[in-house]
């Protein structure tokens, strides 16, 4: 007996209070007759952390029992890994419900290691997919019980992420509105999923639409754990049929998932369950009251026919926005947030977290009342979610920030606390415990993340908590739901709210504008007049002038969109996209706001503008594919002019596209690369082929068959925004021609080649640079193969070798082309690699490079191609090693720096850490002086030192306009010095 109690004191120290730990530890392996097992001291402290340790060691031990074969790999988790320990230990010592889901799945906990959860854009999909058996929908319980598994696995992954950090205080927290914001797309794909099997179950299903709108927190995107889920259901066609179908969905979601309410519905539970379009216009016209628009304001289309749902919206939202104008509206709303409270019981009513004193409805009350009096003229406080309201209030100054603020921490503790309430047994409720159960308080208190402060307990420090927020937020809701001047602007119509010139000003220099004069006089230009074109920007510019608050420039950004408006105005989908797909107006706004060579490209290739709302095509089709029809076109051109302009055309639209892609954070570096890289090869292969073509029409032969090699970053795939095109021309006569002949003609070639690409432009300029030659600019333009065997193998110098490890057929002869790069194979992989001389030369020459051609005044920290662990630097320390080990390692046989850092790690060569540093470096670079070439509108090798351009290359790369750009450039900075440090290493030191 006294060595029983001597082992529960022991396991006390962890948090366990069950008599059975110890014989349920010492089953798992982490027990011994003298403590803890090795290795399981991270997992019992784990234990401790929990919200009710032995609740989540009784349910371990049901899920070993449930799976041994399984165990050893879960023990092996909890031993090893942080993610699995803290999310299910979290989940198993705060919820009962999803312990036991575990149990009946124990496979399940992997679902929570690292970041392998379900992203909540499949959570369709997953649930789709869980109704369906061999491509087959199921139906009635067989439907249920695969929905119900389904959904409560992901409903676990999303406990888990929630409580993970309580239990592991090294794993991130979500944000709370992560967490609704998932618990919402999670009920969305219940109520589509529960369609789709409804639709099987319901005979001539296909004679009826149906749209399912959330109300509630479902519709604002801020749902519990445990919640019925309002919706309003909308038919066209059979009305019977669609009914038959809403029946049907709320039938097999009740049961698998979750209640679905339909009591908001146009008279209640008396009317009827799914009206049309025109039935819900004719009852809100005419019978609707106050209460039910102040509901409609969260209405949101979920499931079903998406057309039907949105025009549903657009029916709904003027009437919810135009309530205020109601009389006696704001006497209404708050009449009815007093009757509610009036139907609370006494005895309950100081724990009712949800509707009593100080509770969530008085903080929703209050926002939905602000929101409907002043969202009339103010499109920012038009939101469905409590959080992103209470932030526009204050924000737009309806609210002081500081009240703003509070209102909304007291909101998230109060809804957090709600949470844990509601995953204890996945049951609704929103009762604070007794504040003398103890047990209860402690449980919530660890549940929630308190833990005890001086010679508080936690449950002391909740109680506090929870009194100190209620006051909180009553304070708050008096003062903010029954201020005499809200009933006064309700009283104001709201064509008068309209700001004057001077009001317009101050709001547009608080949003960030630095010259609002400027800014209204664009605006006037895009709405004056009477037009239809004038009244669709009347509707797009509030949007507008919001998102481009949140840009690095603002004015350029309006100054771009009434360029493009002004140059678009005759086409005639460009308003309509604007208007039907807010996806193209957010992008637009983003890229108008950061970029200057967008709009400079957009008023010439409009046609982009169509995929800014479809990541899908803005991605584009394969960069080969691409390639093939921009050189279809330009063959079907009648002449090397017109072959010509239809390359350039074509050039331009892919590079807005790859451009818009970029900034909007679609393509990573390589794919960018090799987009521009494979457009450039096109447009000269367009102009090689045109060009040999007139030139054989003018002389009535073709003597020479001409290849192309391209040489640098062309060569390596590894083009920008302004990079030029470095290139060889090399030829070979034609059976029966003389070599002279040959050479004269490939030369006119050449020259005409490079004329017409570098003819000037609006577009970035198309340079054909040749210097990379033998001899440079003072040798001959062409040469044959022969030729350059024969200089490469007696004058050939070292750094013409380096310069050929970039060498690749890009255009022209394939043949010619394939056979040129093979007879350099040998110069640029020599046997043996480099001697000791050549490996000086390297050296000296790449030193004298660092010193001597850095632009003067160039800030060598930032200068992404010649600074310090910049592009030079990486790429040198890469050609270097190709020219010593290539000869040996086929793997550095590649013309691409990254894969020749791969190659460089496999054989070696270099720390696996020094390449992943300089891997790091040099696509940072790249991205860089992309984002600046973007970001300026010209080719630009150094990053800004401040202002709004280095705001707007910091954006590309992730940082927000509120953000300090320095910690962008020390980021740089930071980058690009340890990968300078390798290379003063690898380079002069190996």
């Known amino acids: 007996m006294a060595d029983s109690v001597r082992q529960m004191a022991s396991t006390a120290r962890f948090g366990f209070t069950d008599d059975r730990a110890d014989e349920e530890l010492r089953a798992a392996g982490w027990w011994t007759d003298t403590g803890p097992a090795d290795g399981s001291e991270r997992i019992l402290a784990a234990f401790s952390r929990t919200p009710d340790p032995d609740l989540a060691l009784r349910t371990i031990e049901r899920i070993r029992s449930a799976d041994e074969a399984g165990w050893p790999e879960l023990a092996e988790a909890l031993r090893d890994d942080a993610a699995v320990r803290g999310r299910l230990l979290g989940v198993v010592g705060t919820s009962t419900a999803l312990g036991d889901f575990l149990v009946s799945s124990p496979g399940d906990w992997r679902t929570l ?7 909540t854009a499949d959570y369709t999909r997953v649930l789709d997919d869980a109704v369906r058996r061999d491509g087959t929908v199921l139906t009635g319980r067989d439907a249920e019980q695969a929905l119900r598994k389904a959904y409560r696995g992901l409903l676990l992954e999303i406990a888990a992420r929630d409580l993970g950090h309580v239990v592991e205080p090294g794993l991130e927290p979500p944000s709370f509105s992560g967490i609704t914001h998932a618990l919402t797309e999670l009920a969305d794909a219940a109520l589509r999923a529960g369609l789709t099997v409804a639709e ?9 639409s149906l749209a399912v709108i959330a109300m509630g927190k479902c519709g604002g995107l801020e749902l519990n754990y445990v919640s019925d889920v309002d919706v309003v259901f909308v038919g066209e066609g059979d009305l019977q049929v669609a009914t038959r179908l809403a029946t049907g969905m709320m039938r097999v979601v009740g049961k698998a998932c979750f209640e679905v309410d339909a009591a908001l519905r146009p008279e209640g539970k008396s009317g009827a369950l799914v009206r049309t379009l025109d039935g819900h216009e004719a009852y809100y016209k005419k019978w609707a009251r106050t209460w039910e628009f102040q509901a409609l304001l969260k209405a949101r289309p979920a499931a079903g026919d998406a057309e039907l749902g949105r025009r549903y919206a657009e029916l709904v939202t003027p009437m919810v926005w135009s309530a205020a104008d109601r009389e006696n509206f704001v006497a209404d709303v708050q009449q009815m947030r007093r009757r509610v409270e009036k139907h609370i019981p006494s005895e309950i009513a100081e724990r009712e977290l949800k509707l009593g004193r100080g509770g969530l409805r008085d903080v929703e009350f209050a926002v939905q009342l602000l929101q409907l009096v002043h969202g009339r003229v103010d499109p920012d406080l038009r939101s469905a979610s409590t959080m992103e309201a209470l932030e526009a209030l204050g924000a737009g100054g309806y609210v002081a920030r500081t009240d703003a603020s509070e209102m909304r921490e007291s909101y998230e503790f109060l809804r957090t606390v709600e949470h844990r309430l509601q995953l204890r047994a996945l049951r609704r409720t929103h009762l604070f415990p007794e504040p003398d159960d103890t047990a209860a308080l402690r449980w919530l208190a660890r549940a929630t993340g308190i833990r005890p402060v001086r010679d508080r307990s936690e449950a002391n420090v909740l109680l506090h908590d929870f009194r100190k927020h209620v006051h909180r937020v009553r304070r708050l809701h008096e003062k903010l739901f029954y201020r005499p001047l809200l009933d006064a602007v309700a009283r104001v119509p709201t064509a008068a709210l309209r700001l004057t010139t001077k009001q317009a000003e101050s709001r547009l220099a608080a949003l960030g504008y630095a010259s609002p004069d400027g800014a209204l006089r664009h605006i006037q230009a895009l709405t004056s007049g009477v037009s239809r074109r004038a009244s669709i920007q009347q509707t797009l510019l509030p949007v507008l002038l919001d998102l481009l608050a949140d840009t690095p420039d603002p004015d350029g950004g309006l100054l771009a969109y009434r360029r493009v408006s002004e140059a678009l105005a005759e086409t005639p989908w460009y308003l309509r996209v604007l208007r039907d797909e807010a996806a ?35 991605c584009g089709r394969p960069s080969e594919d691409v390639a093939k029809s921009l050189r279809a076109a330009a063959r079907r051109q009648p002449g090397l002019k017109a072959a010509v302009t239809a390359s350039r055309s074509l050039r331009r639209h892919e ?11 679609l393509l990573d570096v390589p794919a960018v690369c090799e987009a521009l890289s494979s457009v450039w090869g096109a447009v000269l292969q367009a102009a090689l082929e045109g060009a040999v073509r007139q030139q054989r029409e003018q002389t009535g032969s073709q003597p020479a068959k001409i290849a192309v090699i391209g040489m640098g970053r062309l060569g390596g795939q590894e083009l920008g925004y302004g990079s030029d095109a470095d290139v060889l021309f090399v030829c070979e006569r034609s059976d029966g021609a003389g070599e002279q002949e040959a050479l004269k003609f490939a030369t006119t070639v050449a020259e005409t080649v490079r004329q017409v690409l570098g003819a000037p432009s609006q577009d970035p300029a198309l340079e054909v640079d040749a210097n990379l030659r033998p001899e440079g600019r003072s040798g001959p333009l062409v040469r044959t193969l022969d030729s350059y065997r024969a200089y490469y193998e007696r004058w050939g110098e070292v750094w013409e070798s380096q310069a050929l490890l970039r060498a690749r057929f890009v255009a022209g002869d394939c043949d010619l082309g394939d056979r040129f790069i093979a007879s350099i194979d040998p110069i640029r992989y020599p046997e043996g690699g480099l001697d000791a001389a050549k490996l000086r030369e390297v050296r000296r ?6 010193t001597e051609r850095m632009p003067k005044g160039a800030d060598p920290t930032t200068h992404t191609k010649l600074g310090r662990g910049g592009l030079a630097d990486v790429e040198w320390t890469v050609q270097l090693m190709q020219l010593r ?15 020749a850092l791969d190659a460089m790690a496999e054989a070696g060569l270099a720390e696996a850490e020094d390449v992943e540093a300089l891997r790091e470096a040099w ?18 090798d150094q990053l800004p030192s401040s202002g709004r351009e280095l705001t707007a290359v910091a954006s590309v790369f992730g940082y927000s306009v509120d953000d300090d750009p320095g910690e962008f450039l020390d980021a740089y900075r930071r980058t690009t010095r340890r990968a300078h440090a390798i290379v003063e290493r690898l380079f002069y030191e190996s």
Request: proline share 4%; aromatic share 0%.
């Open 113 to 119: 290691a690292g970041n392998r959860h379900t992203d």
């Open 200 to 208: 099987h179950e319901t005979k001539d299903a296909d004679s009826a």
């Open 584 to 618: 193209v107006v957010e992008n637009l706004a983003t890229l108008l706001g950061t970029s200057r060579l967008v709009p400079d490209l957009l008023v010439r290739a409009p046609e982009v503008l169509r995929m800014l709302g479809d990541a899908e095509r803005l």
């Open 655 to 665: 590079l807005l596209r790859v451009a818009c892609a970029d900034l909007l954070g």
């Open 845 to 850: 020459i790449k030193a004298r490079v660092d």
């Open 885 to 899: 080990h290539a000869h040996e390692v086929p793997a550095l046989r590649t013309t691409s720096t990254p894969r």
């Open 923 to 940: 696509m940072l670079a790249t991205r860089a002086r992309n984002a600046a070439m973007l970001v300026r509108g010209k080719a630009v």
